[in-house]
């Protein structure tokens, strides 16, 4: 009886080892800083923040920066 209760017990902590794998994998998220920037997370090992004024600006720009981004294609690196 005790080894059916201890291979439940492994196979719970499995699949809660697996739920919280899958959890950091999510993705890139935004969150509001203590100092009232948005930091999208998911991107590098650190946030990246700005304020909100400064992110319409930032994508206002989506198109130039697309344009740049395939003008310089060759000179620019890849993850």
């Given at each position: 009886m005790a080894d059916e209760d201890l291979q439940a017990e492994l196979?719970?902590?499995r699949a809660e080892n697996e739920a919280l794998k899958d959890k950091?994998?999510?993705?890139?998220?935004?969150?509001v800083s203590q100092k009232g920037?948005?930091?999208l997370y998911g991107i590098r090992r650190f946030p990246i923040t700005?304020?909100?004024d400064e992110?319409?600006?930032i994508l206002?720009?989506?198109d130039e920066?697309?344009?740049?981004?395939?003008e310089h294609a060759d000179?620019?690196?890849?993850k």
């Open positions: 196979e719970r902590l950091e994998k999510k993705g890139i998220r935004l969150q920037a948005v930091s700005f304020y909100g992110w319409d600006t206002g720009m989506t920066i697309k344009s740049f981004i395939q000179e620019l690196k890849r």
